[in-house]
């Protein structure tokens, strides 16, 4: 019986190993499909190269950014604006998502608030930003936080809704108050999904920095891709959106990673 459930378990490994690898090589396929096109475009049909730079230009570009340190200031820049806007939206997005997903009576009263901003354009908010808090600092975290935080209380409070309903029925066979309720059983209960939650709002954070530094910035990833369209360095722009690509798939790797590691039940 032993040697049979160990040579299932080898078996689920392989087959796990395999679908790994199997993935990992279509993507690489992915990659080298892209590679050809853009090759193509640039060298036999020949697209105006404001359009379409070589890949040899963006290469060239991507690594006087790198060397001259022009990119790793603006993502600085950029990284702090969204870890202040991310970290305010958690503070603010957390509470309130559990509180509204435990409360049948406080969902259905920011039913009013936090649905429609969800499909409201945050573009359309600019100009009011802007007369409230001018065109500084202040104005971009806000920016993101609006951008992002009703995203955060949806994902949070459906996270909370999808809890088993046998957890709650127990706890209240205990007669658990609301607070204990919340800290030992709703928030250790709903964290991976919440912490999923964190890591979508971080991709939608990248998003709408771009947005955010385009306004009277003089720094940042955002501010750095404007300048270079405006100077029609499509390569500078290209080599830039390739960078920040980067930094939002490894932010989101390293989330990923803390999330199996700390958060995985």
């Known amino acids: 019986m032993n040697i049979l459930i160990r040579d299932l378990f080898y078996k689920f490994m392989l087959i796990n190993d395999k ?25 036999i049909i020949k697209i105006n190269r404001i359009f379409l730079p070589t890949p040899l230009e963006v290469s060239l570009s991507l690594w006087n950014l790198i060397v001259s340190g022009k990119f790793f200031i603006n993502f600085l820049y950029s990284f702090v604006r969204i870890f202040l806007a991310t970290l305010i939206s958690v503070l603010i997005g957390v509470p309130l998502g559990i509180l509204i997903g435990y409360s049948f009576n406080l969902r259905k009263l920011m039913l009013v608030v936090t649905e429609p901003m969800r499909y409201l354009p945050i573009t359309a908010l600019i100009p ?62 709903s964290l991976p999904q919440i912490w999923d939650s964190i890591i979508v709002v971080n991709g939608i954070g990248w998003t709408y920095m771009v947005l955010a530094e385009i306004i009277n910035a003089r720094n940042g990833l955002g501010y750095m891709i404007s300048i270079a369209g405006r100077l029609q360095r499509s390569d500078e722009v290209f080599a830039s959106l390739l960078l920040l690509t980067l930094v939002a798939l490894s932010l989101d790797k390293i989330l990923r990673f803390i999330k199996g590691k700390y958060f995985n039940w």
């Open 19 to 43: 679908e790994k690898m199997y993935g990992k090589i279509m993507v690489a396929v992915g990659f080298l499909v892209l590679l050809i096109v853009w090759f193509v475009l640039s060298y």
């Open 128 to 189: 009011l930003l802007i007369l409230w808090l001018g065109i500084g600092e202040p104005m971009k975290i806000i920016f993101l936080v609006v951008g992002i935080v009703f995203y955060l209380i949806s994902m949070v409070s459906n996270s909370v809704q999808q809890i088993k309903k046998e957890y709650l029925l127990v706890a209240r066979d205990f007669c658990l108050s609301t607070k204990e309720m919340i800290l030992k059983v709703i928030w250790p209960a």
